[in-house]
């Protein structure tokens, strides 16, 4: 049987109603309401930096929730357009999409108390931990199986599928994942040590401590770090896919090049008509 990308996604159904389900859950969960109600309450308090901290907190853990949404639909789709591996069992991965769902959705409730919030972001960098561990080593083996089925294909799709997978390979298998989601973990703990502080000592310093942790975590590692990863591996994609569409529609990569060269001629007829006009009058 030929090399067919696409119908690993047709094999991976748990995968899709783990990440659907996942989305269904957020959007259930969470609304404008959250944050509207949440803003109007902090308007209403007097000003203080944690009550501050608090609305960037919630618009960091927003953020985050509605870029997993995004990210784990758009991936999962890269890897359906590109691996076909070779004797591979498909995991089950609705668990962990649910389990990270709801810890995402957890977050939000929790942004206005520190130390809830350290308990409840500690153990989703802990979920996001396993997760990438998981998805490291089976992408590692569904690439490698999908190289394996690429041997017999012919050379022009070898070279398309060959340099998708090293792509995602670099991305999924050697890139630093795993310390960026542990170094997370790590300050998230020393965040929520934080706010025992304050709770025990009851000192308001020690949660405004806490505060700035957990945002620098969502923002510079959560945020700016991995997803200037992502839309890096998105970019170097793309002309794969394209060129995997025209491998695969060539008679419609035809049609669309055939009114450019009729445009084309046209221009060099009419350019000659008016070559010769002028010759005439002339």
């Known amino acids: ?5 696409g119908s690993i996604g047709n094999r991976a159904v748990d995968i899709r109603h783990a990440i659907d389900y996942g989305t269904k859950l957020i959007l259930m ?32 853990a927003t953020l985050l929730t509605a870029g997993w949404i995004f990210v784990s639909n758009k991936e999962f789709e890269i890897m359906c357009d590109f691996l076909d591996p070779l004797d591979y069992e498909i995991p089950k991965g609705i668990f962990v999409g649910m389990a990270i769902a709801t810890a995402l959705t957890i977050l939000l409730y929790t942004a206005r108390n520190p130390l809830w919030f350290g308990i409840s972001y500690s153990a989703y960098m802990l979920l996001s931990v396993f997760g990438w561990k998981r998805v490291t080593s089976e992408m590692d083996k569904a690439i490698e199986g999908s ?18 997978l090293d792509i995602l390979y670099s991305y999924y298998v050697r890139q630093a994942n795993l310390p960026r989601v542990w170094t997370s973990f790590a300050l998230g703990v020393v965040g929520l040590m934080f706010s025992l502080l304050a709770r025990t000592l009851d000192r308001a310093v020690f949660n405004t401590i806490a505060y700035v942790i957990f945002i620098l975590s969502i923002l510079a590692l959560e945020g700016v770090l991995a997803f200037y990863w992502r839309f890096r591996l998105y ?20 049609r669309s090049e055939h009114p450019k060269r009729h445009k084309q001629g046209q221009r060099s007829h009419s350019n000659a008509a008016e070559s010769h006009g002028s010759k005439g009058r002339s």
């Open 235 to 254: 970019a170097q994609v793309r002309p794969f896919e394209t060129a995997k569409h025209d491998l695969e529609h060539p008679k419609h990569h035809k």
């Open 1 to 5: 049987m030929g090399y067919s990308a």
């Open 147 to 164: 190289r394996e089925k690429l041997l017999d294909e012919p050379e022009r799709k070898r070279e398309i599928y060959g340099g998708a």
């Open 29 to 60: 969960c969470v609304g404008i309401g959250l944050f509207r109600t949440e803003l109007l309450r902090i308007i209403s308090l007097p000003r203080e930096l944690n009550n501050e901290l608090y609305l960037v907190l919630l618009t960091a």
